[in-house]
């Protein structure tokens, strides 16, 4: 079974803190997503990270794409509590036509 | 661009009914992808369609069925509603081509059966 294993599931921090959420498979994927998504609504995506071991930023958030291509990180500096909601990774593993969800984080970033 | 969307936005139905959900994906797309949602599950993989067929199916009952317009529009439909049918349904769309590309979501469905 391939599987998208996220850590950690659950996450409550203050505003200004840092934080890293990661997802972690043992597939090789060609690329990998990263989703929010807030109570009700559907995933927004976030970043698409593609080559082993780029780096992206987005703001106050940034992603690596391992350099085997099976695990990722999202890096979240100086949280908001704009940035509660659930991150999920996602992906189709190389050699499938089946694009697969991370188990996701919930975080909740308090005032 | 419009975005992906989906109608109706919230539904309330008692169970055995039959209820048909639609999405419209985001122009130039062909491949649609359908996802139930609960707390406690997660995001379930439910089928996904390219060019108007089914190109995979996840582990859920015949009552859950789908198909795809050549237009790409797509409905779902699940027969014989049961209380655990409550749910966030949530449908996604991408190029499709290859099967890996991104996918771009919906608003969702939320479903409640009584």
């Known amino acids: 079974t391939q599987l998208l294993e996220q850590s950690p599931q659950f996450l409550s921090i203050q505003e200004g803190e840092n934080l890293t959420v990661y997802c972690n498979s043992s597939?090789?994927?060609?690329?990998l997503q990263w989703y929010r998504q807030e109570p009700g609504e559907g995933p927004v995506l976030l970043v698409t990270v593609v080559t082993g071991g780029e780096v992206k930023k987005l703001k106050r958030l940034t992603f690596q794409f391992g350099d085997a291509r099976k695990d990722s990180s999202l890096h979240i500096t100086a949280a908001q509590p704009g940035d509660t909601g659930l991150y999920l990774c996602?992906?189709?593993?190389?050699?499938?036509?089946?694009?697969?969800f991370g188990t996701g984080t919930r975080l909740k970033v308090l005032a | 661009k419009a975005g992906v969307t989906q109608t109706p936005r919230y539904l309330i139905k008692t169970r055995g009914q039959q209820v048909t959900l639609s999405c419209s994906p985001i122009s130039g797309h062909r491949s649609v992808s359908w996802y139930q949602q609960t707390p406690g599950q997660g995001l379930q993989f439910l089928f996904e369609?390219?060019?108007?067929?089914?190109?995979n199916k996840g582990n859920f009952p015949g009552r859950f069925s789908g198909r795809q317009f050549s237009n790409s529009r797509s409905e779902m439909n699940v027969s014989t509603l049961e209380l655990g049918d409550s749910a966030l349904y949530l449908c996604a769309s991408s190029s499709g081509t290859g099967g890996q590309e991104t996918q771009y979501f919906g608003p969702g469905t939320r479903l409640l059966v009584l």
């Open positions: 597939s090789v994927f060609s690329s």
């Open positions: 996602a992906g189709a593993p190389l050699g499938t036509y089946k694009y697969i």
């Open positions: 369609y390219f060019s108007e067929t089914q190109r």
